[in-house]
């Protein structure tokens, strides 16, 4: 391998880039706006996870009454929506629009039987005690059983701090695969790589160059993102940062060795773009970038094991999330590392100038 030669392709592969202002924006500004719009959304008091509808002619002076007897209407996390129709009310427990409702001028209560949040209120409904102490969630615990009751505390992850390593991985993802698969297909569809081919410059040099200049500027990306987003969001970060540039250092390697093999040998953009699309967006859904897979079908637990997102994901969760070190993210470190090594030699073998 010439260092000179690999240098000359990666200084002009990297002004390429930096001089797609349009393009180098909206890679810094997505990332941002979606982590600052689940910020939004989810910050502030945790919503109500229970909606009872309450049916009365008066229903403010009959919800406090109610309060003054039964503890169920002292329950945290409950919303208790006052109703004026009772028969469009009943229609919204039947389609699951509320989860309970009660007619308090008659003692009547509504449930739907396929409803499992209808289960757990009527089991609350049941089961609860007299209130007693201050604050709205207050509520008696009634020794029954002979466990004693334990408490702890702690900071609450959001959800936008589960999320924002899902966000960073995806935005990896898609520079990787598109920002390097599309410029090799363009490359060899105006004729560059024909011309490059007539020069010592090697497909070994080439696409090395292509990686090393995508892998300093998705980092780069990242790292500005991540601060950013930091200073007004102040997220979770239990672990190591060190550890989560390790991580996403290989995983952006190994996104970036997945799109060089998939543009190996193809002429066309939209055929390209098809490609890529059919591998970024199943890799998207199944590696938990926005949802967990735990509790999902077994078989479709072990499909998203095959993409390297996942592995990318799981491991920065663990470092950012549960403080986990390197023995503990070991696994997802190696997957990661035999992938970009076969990636890269496949894409390689594979390559064509033509």
Do not use: C
């Not at 201050?134 to 615990?141: K, R």
């Not at 952006?252 to 055929?271: K, Q, T």
């Amino acid at each position: 391998m010439n260092l000179r030669r690999f240098l000359t392709i990666l200084v002009a592969r990297n002004r390429e880039f930096l001089r797609d202002r349009a393009a180098l924006g909206w890679n810094i500004l997505f990332p941002i706006l979606i982590v600052a719009g689940f910020a939004f959304a989810f910050s502030g008091k945790p919503l109500d996870q229970y909606k009872v509808g309450v049916y009365a002619e008066a229903p403010a002076q009959k919800l406090a009454m109610a309060k003054e007897e039964q503890a169920f209407f002292h329950t945290g996390y409950i919303q208790f929506i006052p109703i004026a129709q009772l028969d469009q009310a009943i229609i919204k427990v039947e389609r699951h629009q509320l989860d309970m409702l009660f007619d308090l001028d008659n003692d009547h209560y509504w449930v739907n039987s396929d409803s499992p949040k209808g289960y757990m209120l009527e089991r609350v409904l049941y089961g609860a005690a007299i209130v007693e102490g201050s604050g709205e969630n207050a509520l008696t615990i009634v020794e029954t059983s002979g466990y004693q009751r334990q408490t702890v505390s702690g900071r609450e992850i959001r959800y936008v701090d589960w999320v924002i390593p899902g966000i960073l991985a995806m935005n990896m993802m898609f520079s990787s695969l598109f920002g390097v698969g599309y410029v090799i297909v363009r490359y060899r569809k105006n004729g560059v790589l024909r011309r490059l081919q007539a020069t010592p410059l090697s497909a070994f040099e080439f696409l090395s160059a292509q990686v090393i200049s995508r892998l300093w500027l998705i980092m780069a990306i990242s790292i500005m993102v991540y601060v950013g987003a930091d200073l007004f969001i102040d997220f979770t970060m239990f672990g190591s940062h060190w550890n989560l540039l390790l991580v996403f250092s290989l995983g952006a390697v190994s996104l970036i060795s997945m799109g060089l093999l998939v543009a190996a040998r193809i002429r066309s953009e939209e055929l390209a773009g098809g490609i890529l699309n059919l591998v970024s967006w199943p890799m998207m859904f199944l590696s938990g970038v926005w949802f967990s897979l735990e509790g999902a079908n077994p078989l479709m637990q072990k499909l998203a094991l095959i993409f390297p997102l996942t592995h990318v994901i799981d491991a920065a969760r663990s470092i950012m999330i549960d403080g986990a070190g390197l023995v503990e993210i070991s696994t997802q470190l190696l997957v990661l590392t035999v992938m970009s090594a076969v990636f890269l030699l496949l894409g390689a073998v594979l390559f064509r100038w033509k």
